[in-house]
């Protein structure tokens, strides 16, 4: 792991000066019914683009942009000009900040940090914040996992942020063990996280859809890399540590709330998709969360954006 501060045109550690913009806040998730409620779905949303009060709440969204600069091509910086997360962690960035337009390597208004895969075009994360963080830490530890640049932690005062991007196993058997192994290599720094006892948040592509909630056809896929008896039995271990996954948490029971979908067999046309992007938070700061949801209409990515508002911490 490599710690490294913040600084003005430091590597991949950039900022760009904002006039001032009005902020918005995401709305709750209304229950989701099935297919027939397909029809309506921008109405679950309408309210993100509702006044709140400057300093009352902050917002942290994830998305697997599939390619930032394919993204950028589908309106991506639109969509963050309008949306205006206080944090936002995209994974699978496939580029280098070169390759962009300063406009998306670095927005106005937005502190970036980068960390990008060894490989060109492939992997990566990065995460866009309003303010700045007091330091990052890049990768995990975990050699193979750190060249793909698949964690990158940033700490904004007490606040912590991991923003990670699980392998795939889908390839075969040889990449599923490789994602075995860094499932269990993350869950001890999942846990040691925790034992800091500071308001954290874990953002991402988990690549695991964990209940039969989280996905359509559960019993069909039940032998597929993403729902593996094995991936969701981790999945459960890293809640039974103290992890809150703040979207169910407020929607116990509600179908539907997929963040992917296949570019197969019209699978997002009939919402045949798997919930495998999450904001989990450490417990006390879970208890802050106001809203969650999944903005379905974004349409960067074959994943959509996810999000969580939280509470202030008052003085």
């Given at each position: 792991?490599?710690?490294?501060?913040?600084?003005?045109?430091?590597?991949?550690?950039?900022?760009?000066?904002?006039?001032?913009?009005?902020?918005?806040?995401?709305?709750?998730?209304?229950?989701?019914?099935?297919?027939?409620?397909?029809?309506?779905?921008?109405?679950?949303?309408?309210?993100?683009?509702?006044?709140?009060?400057?300093?009352?709440?902050?917002?942290?969204?994830?998305?697997?942009?599939?390619?930032?600069?394919?993204?950028?091509?589908?309106?991506?910086?639109?969509?963050?000009?309008?949306?205006?997360?206080?944090?936002?962690?995209?994974?699978?960035?496939?580029?280098q900040p070169a390759q962009l337009p300063d406009a998306c390597a670095c927005?106005?208004?937005?502190?970036?940090?980068?960390?990008?895969?060894?490989?060109?075009?492939?992997?990566?994360?990065?995460?866009?914040?309003?303010?700045?963080?007091?330091?990052?830490?890049?990768?995990?530890?975990?050699?193979?996992?750190?060249?793909?640049?698949?964690?990158?932690?940033?700490?904004?005062?007490?606040?912590?942020?991991?923003?990670?991007?699980?392998?795939?196993?889908?390839?075969?058997?040889?990449?599923?063990?490789a994602k075995y192994a860094w499932l269990d290599?993350?869950?001890?720094?999942?846990?040691?996280?925790?034992?800091?006892?500071?308001?954290?948040?874990?953002?991402?592509?988990?690549?695991?859809?964990?209940?039969?909630?989280?996905?359509?056809?559960?019993?069909?896929?039940?032998?597929?890399?993403?729902?593996?008896?094995?991936?969701?039995?981790?999945?459960?271990?890293?809640?039974?540590?103290?992890?809150?996954?703040?979207?169910?948490?407020?929607?116990?029971?509600?179908?539907?709330?997929?963040?992917?979908?296949?570019?197969?067999?019209?699978?997002?046309?009939?919402?045949?998709?798997?919930?495998?992007?999450?904001?989990?938070?450490?417990?006390?700061?879970?208890?802050?969360?106001?809203?969650?949801?999944?903005?379905?209409?974004?349409?960067?990515?074959?994943?959509?954006?996810?999000?969580?508002?939280?509470?202030?911490?008052?003085?």
């Amino acid at each position: 792991m490599s710690p490294t501060g913040t600084g003005r045109g430091s590597g991949p550690d950039r900022r760009r000066a904002a006039g001032p913009r009005r902020r918005v806040a995401p709305g709750p998730v209304a229950p989701h019914k099935g297919r027939g409620a397909l029809a309506v779905q921008p109405a679950l949303f309408a309210d993100l683009d509702a006044p709140r009060d400057e300093g009352a709440s902050f917002s942290v969204w994830s998305l697997n942009c599939n390619g930032l600069r394919s993204a950028a091509d589908k309106g991506w910086l639109e969509w963050l000009q309008r949306r205006r997360p206080d944090v936002l962690c995209m994974q699978e960035v496939r580029a280098q900040p070169a390759q962009l337009p300063d406009a998306c390597a670095c927005p106005v208004g937005y502190n970036t940090r980068w960390l990008p895969a060894e490989k060109k075009g492939y992997s990566g994360v990065a995460t866009y914040s309003r303010l700045a963080a007091d330091r990052h830490v890049e990768g995990s530890g975990l050699g193979w996992s750190d060249s793909e640049g698949r964690v990158l932690r940033s700490e904004f005062g007490p606040l912590v942020v991991v923003n990670a991007y699980v392998p795939s196993g889908t390839s075969g058997e040889e990449r599923q063990t490789a994602k075995y192994a860094w499932l269990d290599h993350f869950l001890g720094i999942a846990a040691r996280l925790l034992a800091e006892q500071r308001p954290a948040l874990l953002c991402g592509d988990f690549n695991i859809a964990h209940t039969e909630l989280d996905i359509h056809a559960p019993r069909r896929n039940e032998k597929n890399s993403g729902f593996l008896p094995e991936e969701r039995a981790w999945f459960s271990r890293l809640l039974e540590l103290g992890w809150c996954d703040v979207l169910r948490r407020l929607n116990p029971q509600v179908p539907g709330l997929y963040s992917w979908w296949s570019a197969r067999g019209r699978a997002r046309e009939n919402d045949l998709g798997w919930r495998l992007d999450y904001v989990l938070a450490s417990p006390a700061l879970a208890e802050r969360a106001l809203a969650a949801g999944i903005d379905r209409e974004a349409g960067l990515s074959d994943h959509a954006p996810v999000w969580v508002r939280f509470r202030a911490e008052t003085p």
